[in-house]
């Protein structure tokens, strides 16, 4: 095991992280994690059901959260790749997951280590994949359910973090995909998650899990296996390496028994077959559309069956998987709708039954990629198709004009808030064959002894026309998209964001501050300097009494790491590290 560390800055002293007797005893029932209490924080996105990210507690509020300070600092002692996760609080306890797949758990007043689990991992899966980290973990009746880089679902026991069962869910051995993101605790018959992989000519899925035993009750193959609509958009058999899969969890829709996920893009990332390529008999590694990868997907709870669809990035050209962005429900004259903010740099409501596309529109500002989704055809229009060996200009950059990093709405402002990258890249696709200039992974499908990744171009980030790269934090109506107010950095942000009832919103940048502002204008009301970039989530608690406000900080993961490729001049010297900061008032 490796040591934590503990700050306990409110005594100025430091004490080493060893186990601590367990003083609180975390009740993660079904019915607590379907039914958060206001004081935990029970799921990725706060509650499994509505992906608000928004804390009901007012105990810190914008008339006295200048007086916001430290109370203590959790270090796991491994920063590798920084730190990505958003930690959950569950009835006065804290549950942190740490690259690759380390899960922790602290008290959440004192920041005391209780207990740790390092898995014996797969070393050579873990040396050679792409997602070697997590991006978080699931609590529910009784145990913490962890997804694993080398492809295992563990369930440890929640009060002494002992093994309660562990099961190779995905053959990472040949297939190099396993589990980055959070699970979904759904109930105390289905636990939901599915294997990344959109880099790896492997054959995505999503499983449903039962949660006392780990056994598959269902999958939900991404690239269409069974399903003769979906494999009529793919060129012969390219489905069965065509990628997909996902990396990050989705939203329950208790009303309608499904659950939205975003699917990754198809493999390779891209494709020498320029405007021909949506025909699934063009001449292409992935001919056709690619049906579900770079889509959203609802599944229905019991069966995993596909109730609706809807392709973000048809034969996706640019690397927008729908895997990143929030699935957000929310009520609108009656009717639920969901929000998803896309990789491609739209926000895409539906209706929440249906599907049917409600509004589609640009949240960014730099996009060249289309002129927009024509709700009266549902086709994309004007897509830019780059061609093999040209250097073409695409607007956002491969990491998106929205990232993992998710954004929050508040019932109280009724706004929905996001950080936008404003970034392009250069991109070159490889012509058939492959080319010896590809930024990453083999130059041609390669899945034997075991999957190498596929990505087939180069790409090189850069500023948008006549600026330089910059984010946005902006504030809209979900449905509508107008604009209430907006926030411009020079540095692309990487933190969740966060809301609360006490009339703030919560962001963390890229240059180590935590800072508060007023929900309704945005003006900036506290700051505080964490010493390193943020790259996970922001959340709030209670416990005896007291509000906390928790900050995954720690520069890293990809996308971190070129926003500070970009702007080495800005950040200067920043390493990678890994710390959980933790606020209260004074």
């Not at 562990?166 to 605790?185: L, M, P």
């Not at 105390?188 to 598959?216: H, R, T």
């Amino acid at each position: 095991m490796k040591l934590g560390q503990v700050l306990q800055l409110t005594a100025l002293t430091a004490v080493m992280g060893t186990f601590a007797a367990t003083s609180a005893v975390a009740d993660t029932n079904s019915a607590r994690i379907r039914n958060c209490p206001d004081s935990d924080w029970c799921h990725y996105h706060r509650t499994v059901d509505k992906g608000w990210r928004h804390s009901p507690l007012a105990q810190i509020n914008t008339n006295n959260v200048s007086g916001l300070r430290p109370a203590w600092i959790f270090q796991p002692g491994h920063e590798r790749m920084g730190l990505h996760s958003t930690p959950l609080a569950v009835d006065g306890a804290v549950y942190l997951a740490t690259n690759p797949s380390t899960v922790w758990k602290v008290d959440g007043a004192t920041g005391d280590r209780l207990w740790a689990w390092e898995p014996e991992m797969d070393e050579a899966v873990v040396a050679r994949s792409f997602f070697s980290h997590t991006r978080g973990l699931s609590v529910g009746d009784g145990r913490v359910y962890m997804g694993t880089a080398d492809g295992h679902l563990v369930a440890l026991d929640e009060m002494s973090g002992e093994v309660v069962w562990d099961k190779q869910i995905v053959d990472s051995s040949r297939e190099t995909a396993g589990f980055s993101g959070a699970g979904t605790f759904v109930s105390s018959d289905l636990f939901q998650i599915c294997q990344n992989g959109g880099e790896y000519p492997v054959e995505g899925k999503c499983y449903g899990i039962d949660p006392s035993n780990g056994d598959i009750k269902w999958t939900f193959y991404t690239t269409g296996r069974g399903d003769d609509h979906a494999l009529s958009t793919w060129g012969g058999d390219t489905w069965k390496w065509g990628g997909g899969g996902a990396w990050q969890p989705g939203t329950v829709d208790y009303a309608n028994n499904q659950i939205f996920i975003g699917t990754g893009n198809p493999n390779p990332d891209y494709d020498y077959c320029g405007d021909t390529c949506r025909d699934p008999n063009a001449d292409a590694i992935r001919p056709g559309d690619n049906l579900y990868t770079s889509s959203t997907i609802a599944l229905d709870l019991d069966t995993g069956s596909l109730n609706w669809y809807f392709q973000e990035a048809p034969s996706d050209p640019y690397d927008y998987d729908a895997s990143p962005g929030e699935y957000v429900i929310i009520n609108e004259d009656g009717r639920s709708v969901v929000l998803h903010p896309g990789k491609n740099g739209f926000n895409h409501v539906h209706d929440a039954k249906t599907g049917q596309p409600i509004n589609v529109y640009a949240d960014m500002k730099n996009q060249n990629w289309t002129s927009g989704f024509n709700l009266e055809t549902g086709q994309w229009e004007n897509m830019l198709w780059p061609k093999a060996g040209e250097k073409t200009l695409v607007c956002p950059a491969i990491d998106g004009g929205h990232s993992w990093n998710a954004g929050s709405y508040s019932p109280d402002t009724g706004l929905f808030y996001r950080v936008t990258q404003e970034w392009c890249m250069w991109l070159t696709v490889a012509p058939k064959g492959g080319a010896d200039y590809i930024t990453a992974g083999s130059e041609v499908r390669t899945t034997e002894p075991f999957a190498q990744a596929y990505m087939a171009a180069e790409w090189i980030g850069t500023d948008p026309p006549g600026d330089t790269n910059h984010g946005f934090l902006t504030a809209r109506d979900p449905v509508s998209g107008d604009l209430a107010w907006e926030k411009r950095y020079d540095i692309i942000p990487h933190s969740a964001l966060m809301s609360t009832a006490g009339g703030l919103l919560f962001n963390a940048t890229s240059d180590g501050y935590v800072e508060a502002m007023d929900a309704a204008s945005g003006a900036l009301l506290w700051r505080f300097n964490n010493g390193s970039g943020h790259n996970g989530g922001i959340i709030s608690y209670e416990v005896g009494g007291t509000q906390y406000v928790s900050v995954a900080s720690g520069h890293g993961s990809y996308v971190g790491r070129a926003v500070h490729g970009l702007n080495s001049e800005k950040a200067v010297n920043f390493q990678e590290s890994a710390v959980l900061v933790t606020f209260a008032l004074d």
